[in-house]
């Protein structure tokens, strides 16, 4: 770094090796030998994995990314729908670097603060919807997540009505991984694992209408699938339920839209019983879909938001959950102590991270971007695809989209067995060096907000050639 550098901060060194971690290994089976040997993966089957070995990335820049063998891969998942900003930013190095240097560590605790994690919940208050005024800091979304159901039932009890604690969630919903917001998720496969779900979590069917309502209208499907939560509500006895919790638009569950006018229904029958709203806007915030948040795509005015990944780009693990003005009060008021936290709850260094990344955001005007110019390119080519023989349906906002493959499109027959298609498409897919998820026959891509559209063509391209592939497949894959 330069006396002229016009972002003075600390040197940041050469990314040499660390002590140790190159010198065992040196080539990719090295690496993939290891790996099998020591490390347990999240979401893998270890068998399976040990029997192919892991894709080793080693770098990255923009939204390629490259393997320890030197191939190029263009990332159309932004890592987990997480590195908004695009990989190799110098900005946040900085900002990480300047902040270890001057505070690498403090905590909340015990009635001290930090200036990144109090400029940061400034910061989210301000760019957040209206009426969300205070932040709770957390590392994961799963852990924001579990601090909401923790607020939500404390909140109630404060109320005077401890027996509301049911929190409705959706099937396929994905809300975090530890035994509470696993429960709370509507992914039946994780419930059971573990002995899931713990009490009082409720799951209602998702507004997947390509599946559960084709030949409806979009305005009646959207009242209907509305109607599943109040079903549920006075079912289990509204003098019961807590909240209601919902990605505005389903990710990990295989990208599922709302219809229109779902939320302002979900939002009429929440108040109409007093349930409290929960947006999880983990995957949709910071510019996805094409607005700051997904609350603001659907004019949703949340009790609690849950964010995660995007507000750091993933540079570094930050989480929050926002908290609406009518539950903090009565938490501030009449709580007592909240007897809640984690060790890393407003890391200061992940908090300059994060506001670097807003920062970013703005300076850059990425959300308009998406809005404006690159999500609806993205969402134009994708639906170049729709004649082709395996695609059901193509749908998406800003930069997330869904490709869901189909058996016959006449007949609206799906594949069985469920996943089996997509999972092969997802491996053309990375053969042709682009990284798309298959959630069970669905293509899901949710890149950096940076890709061009040249890379969104070559992602589409790859997408394109790798559903011709799998259309070849398919006489061996349905035996
Ligand atoms: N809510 C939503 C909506 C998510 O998508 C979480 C909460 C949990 O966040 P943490 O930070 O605890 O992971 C998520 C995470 C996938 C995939 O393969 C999706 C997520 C995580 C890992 C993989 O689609 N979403």
Same mark, same amino acid.
């Given at each position: 770094m330069t006396a002229t550098s016009p972002s003075p901060g600390p040197a940041v060194p050469e990314p040499a090796s660390p002590a140790g971690w190159d010198s065992e290994a040196q080539s990719t089976a090295d690496w993939r030998r290891l790996d099998t040997a020591h490390s347990l993966h999240p979401f893998s089957d270890h068998k399976a994995l040990a029997a192919e070995?892991?894709?080793?990335? /080693?770098?990255?820049?923009?939204? &390629?990314? &490259?393997?320890?063998?030197?191939?190029?891969?263009?990332?159309? #998942?932004?890592?987990?729908?997480?590195?908004?900003?695009?990989?190799?930013?110098?900005?946040?190095?900085?900002?990480?670097?300047?902040?270890?240097? +001057?505070?690498?560590?403090?905590?909340?605790?015990? %009635?001290?603060?930090?200036?990144?994690?109090i400029a940061l919940s400034r910061k989210l208050v301000e760019i957040t919807p209206a009426g969300l005024n205070h932040v709770f800091l957390t590392n994961s979304g799963s852990e924001a997540n579990d601090t909401i159901i923790r607020m939500a039932r404390h909140f109630w009890a404060l109320q005077g009505q401890p027996e509301r604690r049911v929190i409705v969630a959706r099937h396929n919903g994905y809300?975090?991984?530890?035994?509470?917001?696993?429960? #709370?998720?509507? #992914? /039946?496969?994780?419930? %059971?694992?573990?002995?899931?779900?713990?009490?009082?979590?409720?799951?209602?069917?998702?507004?997947? !209408?390509? %599946?559960?309502?084709?030949?409806? @209208?979009? +305005?009646?499907? *959207?009242?209907?699938? *509305?109607?599943?939560?109040e079903e549920a509500i006075l079912s289990i006895g509204p003098g019961r339920v807590a909240a209601f919790i919902g990605e505005p638009i389903q990710g990990a569950g295989g990208l599922i839209m709302p219809p229109p006018g779902y939320w302002t229904e979900i939002q009429r029958i929440c108040a109409k019983y007093d349930v409290l709203l929960i947006a999880d806007e983990v995957i949709c915030g910071f510019g996805r879909t094409g607005e700051w948040f997904g609350s603001d795509t659907y004019q949703i005015r949340p009790d609690f938001m849950t964010l995660a990944k995007g507000l750091s780009s993933g540079y570094l693990p930050v989480?929050? *959950? #926002?908290?609406?003005?009518?539950?903090?009060?009565?938490?501030?008021?009449?709580? =007592?102590?909240?007897?809640?936290?984690? /060790?890393?709850?407003?890391?200061?260094? @992940?908090?300059?991270? *994060?506001?670097?990344?807003?920062?970013?955001?703005?300076?850059?005007?990425?959300?308009?971007?998406?809005? +404006?110019?690159?999500?609806?390119?993205? !969402?134009?080519?994708?639906?170049?695809?729709?004649?082709?023989?395996?695609?059901?349906?193509?749908? =998406?906002?800003?930069?997330?989209?869904?490709? +869901?493959?189909?058996?016959? %499109?006449t007949r609206h027959d799906f594949f069985a067995p469920v996943g089996r298609v997509g999972t092969r498409c997802r491996d053309h897919c990375f053969r042709n060096n682009a990284v798309v998820r298959a959630v069970y026959d669905t293509m899901v891509m949710a890149p950096p907000l940076v890709i061009g559209r040249d890379e969104i063509d070559?992602?589409?391209?790859?997408?394109?050639?790798?559903?011709? !592939? /799998?259309? !070849?497949?398919?006489?061996?894959?349905l035996d």
């Open positions: 070995g892991s894709r080793i990335i /080693t770098r990255a820049e923009g939204v &390629w990314l &490259w393997d320890s063998d030197g191939t190029r891969i263009l990332d159309g #998942m932004a890592g987990l729908w997480c590195v908004n900003v695009g990989y190799g930013r110098a900005e946040l190095v900085r900002a990480a670097a300047r902040q270890m240097t +001057e505070l690498p560590y403090y905590n909340l605790f015990f %009635k001290t603060a930090t200036p990144p994690a809300h975090g991984s530890t035994l509470a917001v696993a429960s #709370m998720g509507g #992914m /039946t496969a994780m419930h %059971k694992q573990g002995g899931l779900p713990l009490p009082d979590f409720a799951h209602i069917r998702e507004p997947h !209408q390509f %599946k559960f309502g084709p030949d409806t @209208a979009p +305005e009646d499907f *959207a009242r209907e699938a *509305a109607g599943w939560l989480a929050a *959950a #926002m908290v609406g003005d009518r539950v903090a009060a009565t938490l501030i008021e009449r709580g =007592g102590e909240f007897l809640h936290g984690f /060790t890393y709850s407003g890391h200061p260094t @992940a908090c300059a991270v *994060a506001l670097e990344n807003i920062s970013i955001l703005e300076r850059e005007g990425l959300v308009d971007r998406v809005r +404006e110019d690159i999500g609806p390119y993205l !969402q134009a080519r994708l639906r170049s695809l729709r004649d082709h023989p395996l695609v059901g349906e193509v749908r =998406g906002q800003g930069l997330i989209a869904g490709v +869901e493959l189909i058996r016959d %499109k070559t992602l589409v391209d790859a997408l394109a050639h790798a559903l011709d !592939q /799998t259309h !070849q497949d398919l006489p061996r894959l």
